[in-house]
């Protein structure tokens, strides 16, 4: 049996306030609301109650952000997709910014299980003064814990119309995608991570987030299995290989924050829940 969820997530703007309203069907809703950086900037903390998706479930979170506001999204956990008998497991996210609406899209991890028949499917729609800093870490089995990735099939879709999109087919028997030195290279923790606007970030500004980014970058020990470049003028984009995801989730918050600090005016402020 299927259990779908959807979520949906409007954004406002009240005085200095960022206004959040949600509302949700089935499995799939906001744990909490937080403004630890104050009333302009809403934390939001999405939580899955089943804990994990299976053949059938189909997971819709749908954000709208009007104009001058700022949301971070994140999660308490990873999101699990676990053994498919037949039809994919899915979840599809659709965010539209307005004219300087910001929006942080900061999940932590994905882990495809084995056996697994997973849909991921992101869209972030930007205004001409929009922008975002958003990330997808995604790992293949349970590599600290002795299971393989040895079955499964995980399909993604990322897209910010326009300007960038990435579409990845990943079966558990290709052997020269996973294993291939042009390929994943034997490990099974990728890491994708970009800051999007609505119009051109300018070269001076772009300069400097790549710069950024790479001092973070060489002092990492995934500085061999890391890049950064500007794939349009309307975003950049990192990715990285990984055998475990502590090291690459360190990576990317150390350039989250140096972005949000160059790229906003802002202090790193990192969610609560991650330290829980």
Same mark, same amino acid.
């Given at each position: 049996m299927s259990w779908p969820g959807r979520l949906n997530l409007h954004y406002t703007r009240d005085g200095e306030r960022t206004i959040a309203l949600d509302r949700h069907h089935g499995p799939?809703? !906001?744990?909490?609301r937080l403004y630890p950086e104050g009333p302009g900037i809403c934390h939001h903390v999405l939580v899955h109650p089943p804990g994990g998706i299976v053949g059938g479930d189909t997971l819709e979170i749908e954000a709208q952000l009007e104009q001058g506001t700022h949301a971070l999204i994140t999660t308490p956990g990873a999101t699990r997709y676990y053994r498919s008998a037949g039809a994919p497991g899915m979840q599809q996210v659709k965010a539209r910014l307005a004219d300087h609406a910001r929006l942080e899209w900061l999940p932590l991890e994905t882990i495809a299980y084995r056996d697994c028949h997973a849909i991921n499917r992101m869209r972030f729609d930007l205004a001409p003064k929009a922008e975002m800093i958003g990330w997808d870490l995604l790992a293949l089995g349970l590599p600290a814990a002795g299971e393989a990735w040895s079955r499964g099939r995980y399909q993604q879709h990322l897209e910010l119309p326009g300007v960038w999109l990435e579409q990845a087919r990943i079966d558990a028997s290709d052997t020269l995608l996973l294993d @291939?030195?042009? @390929?994943? =290279? @034997?490990?099974r923790v990728l890491g994708t991570m970009w800051f999007g606007s609505g119009e051109a970030i300018g070269r001076e500004r772009t +300069?400097?987030?790549?710069e950024l980014a790479r001092d973070r970058l060489s002092a990492s020990p995934l500085a061999d299995s890391a890049g !950064?470049? =500007?794939v349009h003028d309307r975003v950049i984009v990192l990715r990285a290989l990984a055998e475990r995801v502590e090291p690459l989730m360190q990576l990317l918050v +150390? !350039?989250? =924050? =140096?972005w949000r600090q160059d790229g906003w005016s802002l202090a790193e402020s990192a969610p609560r829940i991650w330290r829980t």
């Open positions: 799939l809703r !906001v744990l909490q @291939g030195p042009l @390929g994943w =290279a @034997g490990r +300069a400097r987030l790549l !950064v470049s =500007a +150390a !350039v989250r =924050a =140096a």
